[in-house]
């Protein structure tokens, strides 16, 4: 087939809240009267991103569900969004589950595809993703105060440990693998909680490259630094059998967990303890904003010190 019956196959569907959706130059859209959009990208390279032999069905939950979790940080509710993909063939079966796992998370999340582009190349793919928000309500990294609570959601380290197996640098047991593998492949955006974070929250972001790197953007925002307990850090229980410096390395600077790491004043805790129960998302307080610059996690008063702080793709 040719891109346009591509296209047309796989992933043209009739507008829903825009005016216009795919099939023309441009969409049109109509943002709700008294809010704000947020607009997110990201790109997902083969080998880079993720592994060549990952199912099609989860590679399209996970494409999606990455920009998502950049919406659920900013306290924005999913409207539309574009998807441009590099493939290096046409293989129908890959396009069929791709989108299965692309739009199943699309129509629970609430959002619509308007447009994109195809081209061959290496397989990569680039998403874009609008959301809403009450005008003066998004969550932003610069909120942050000396005193504020430091939060995490859900638990962290099994993407990461997933990715070190993958490698080849950790040897797991078959269900330890799977455990993890299912973090690393299908995340799950914090949509509901970003929602209701806003107005408790001084400050969030997803975690993408590592609980420390993140949670340092957040302090450079701020003007201020963090101190994390590591006895309060939500391993993933997978992770239980897993030496002390595996875990501390995949939980404080492993990424790819997307939970929501934020800050809030110490007397929204209780408020913040019954938003899990309401939920059901595990929350944990798991240090504090501090006035001197850095970003540290601690035992005991004792520093931590990590191979790496955190992941960047351009770094040796």
């Not at 507008?15 to 709700?32: F, Y």
């Not at 380290?157 to 299908?186: I, K």
């Not at 006895?231 to 239980?240: C, H, Q, R």
Request: charged letters at 20%.
């Amino acid at each position: 087939m040719n891109e346009f019956e591509l296209i047309a196959r796989y992933f043209d569907r009739p507008a829903r809240r825009a005016v216009l959706g795919v099939g023309d130059d441009a969409a049109l859209l109509a943002p709700t009267p008294g809010m704000q959009l947020a607009v997110s990208a990201d790109m997902l390279v083969e080998g880079r991103h993720f592994f060549a032999d990952v199912s099609p069905e989860a590679l399209g939950h996970k494409a999606l569900a990455v920009n998502l979790s950049d919406l659920a940080a900013m306290g924005a509710v999913p409207a539309w969004c574009t998807l441009s993909l590099a493939l290096p063939r046409v293989d129908e079966a890959w396009l069929s589950g791709f989108a299965a796992g692309f739009f199943a998370l699309a129509d629970e999340a609430g959002i619509e595809l308007v447009g994109g582009d195809t081209t061959r190349g290496p397989l990569t793919i680039a998403i874009q993703v609008a959301g809403e928000v009450p005008a003066g309500l998004a969550l932003l990294r610069s909120g942050a105060r000396p005193g504020d609570e430091v939060w995490v959601s859900g638990a962290v380290g099994a993407a990461a440990v997933a990715v070190a197996a993958r490698n080849g640098e950790l040897t797991l047991d078959a269900a330890t693998l799977a455990a993890c593998s299912r973090r690393l492949d299908l995340p799950l955006p914090r949509l509901a909680l970003g929602a209701r974070l806003r107005g408790l929250a001084s400050a969030a972001l997803d975690i993408s490259d590592g609980l420390l790197a993140d949670l340092g953007h957040i302090a450079a925002r701020s003007g201020c630094g963090a101190r994390i307990d590591w006895d309060a850090v939500p391993v993933d229980p997978a992770l239980s059998g897993l030496p002390e410096p595996v875990r501390r390395q995949a939980a404080l600077a492993g990424g790819d967990d997307y939970e929501l790491c934020f800050t809030a004043p110490p007397q929204a805790h209780a408020q913040l303890e019954a938003l899990a129960q309401t939920l059901a998302v595990p929350l944990s307080c798991i240090g504090r904003m501090v006035a001197q610059p850095g970003v540290g996690a601690f035992v005991q008063e004792q520093p931590i010190v990590l191979p790496r702080a955190g992941f960047d793709h351009f770094a040796a």
